[in-house]
């Protein structure tokens, strides 16, 4: 199912070299440590979108986002801004 708090992240080739598999898993925990039950973390072959960092879909903005290394990912989709924080 997907909802609002739904990050598709890309495992191709391309990504991989970028750490996706770390990126996806440092969203994961950082959504358990904050309580975001309805954070759903879902990884995909390939978005066709390579190069330049992993590929990120977010549901709430549907937009495609590019980071390079986990903090980044981290510090800018699991705060309020980009994923719905439930009251």
Same mark, same amino acid.
């Given at each position: ?18 750490? %996706? ?10 959504? %358990? ?11 995909? !072959? ?32 699991? !705060?309020?801004?980009?994923? !719905?924080? !439930?009251?």
């Amino acid at each position: 199912m997907i909802n609002s708090r739904t990050v598709t992240i890309c495992t191709g080739a391309g990504c991989k070299g970028w750490n %996706a598999e770390r990126i996806a898993q440092g969203l994961r925990e950082a959504g %358990a440590d904050l309580g975001l039950d309805e954070l759903e973390i879902r990884s995909v !072959p390939c978005m066709k979108r390579c190069g330049g960092g992993v590929s990120i879909q977010v549901s709430a903005c549907n937009s495609l986002l590019k980071f390079k290394r986990e903090e980044e990912a981290v510090n800018v989709l699991i !705060p309020e801004k980009m994923i !719905p924080v !439930p009251a």
